[in-house]
């Protein structure tokens, strides 16, 4: 079992930054890839940025240019620095850790974490 803590959300205006932080525990394995996928209100839940174990990132055009996602090893953490904050971000923001192989998979959530950036 992993458990992943999300925080640092908040309110914020349009145009500033905020960085979210993704702390994992327990079983997690360093080959685990690190996501970071939103939800808003009346919408399905959207990748916004992932990263692997070998650096590879997977980052939504909508957001491409103004967030960054990085992961420390050490802490078993993942971040999401968030800058040029638009309204159209404003949406909980969930952690996610997973791998796969023909042998077996794993899949883990973060409770969320809500952005609300005002106009």
């Known amino acids: 079992q992993v458990q992943l803590v999300e925080s640092g959300g908040g309110l914020v205006q349009a145009g500033g930054s905020l960085t979210l932080s993704c702390a994992a525990s327990?079983?997690?394995?360093?080959?685990?890839?690190m996501g970071w996928y939103r939800q808003a209100p009346g919408k399905q839940r959207e990748l916004v940025a992932t990263?692997?174990?070998?650096?590879?990132?997977n980052v939504a055009n909508s957001v491409k240019g103004r967030f960054t996602i990085s992961r420390d090893n050490a802490k078993n953490t993942v971040y999401l620095q968030m800058n040029s904050l638009k309204p159209e971000d404003t949406a909980t923001y969930y952690c996610?850790?997973?791998?796969?192989?023909?042998?077996?998979?794993?899949?883990?959530w973060g409770q969320g974490t809500q952005v609300t950036v005002s106009s």
């Open positions: 996610r850790t997973f791998w796969s192989s023909v042998w077996s998979s794993v899949d883990y």
């Open positions: 327990g079983s997690l394995r360093s080959w685990y890839t």
């Open positions: 990263l692997t174990s070998n650096g590879n990132t």
